[in-house]
């Protein structure tokens, strides 16, 4: 476990449900990666992450998909790729990526509370 933080310091983390609209491979980075665009909404709008989900997704799999990110952090670089958001998933019993996703259909941009 890590160490302890208040429920502010977890109200810091801006978790948002989206809605994949485009899903690439994507062939340069380090490790086998998808690059997504998240559609949060009129209020956050259009983002963009790549992530390490190519054991159980392919990119034909992904557009029309909610999942779960974190849309507060700075944007990083991920080679030449500018991830904007973290979307989240929990591993599997081989340690590989399986997307968190709400188990109803929701409307985009709902904060996670």
Do not use: C
């Amino acid at each position: 476990m890590t160490p302890d933080l208040t429920f502010d310091d977890f109200l810091k983390v801006d978790v948002r449900v989206g809605r994949i609209v485009k899903a690439e491979p994507y062939p340069e980075a380090r490790k086998p990666a998808i690059k997504l665009w998240v559609d949060f909404g009129p209020e956050i709008g259009e983002k963009k992450s790549s992530a390490q989900i190519t054991k159980h997704y392919t990119p034909e799999d992904l557009p029309g998909r909610l999942v779960m990110a974190v849309v507060n952090f700075p944007p990083r670089q991920i080679g030449k790729f500018m991830s904007e958001i973290l979307v989240l998933g929990v591993p599997d019993e081989n340690g590989d990526v399986v997307l968190l996703t709400p188990d109803k259909t929701v409307p985009i941009g709902g904060r996670l509370y």
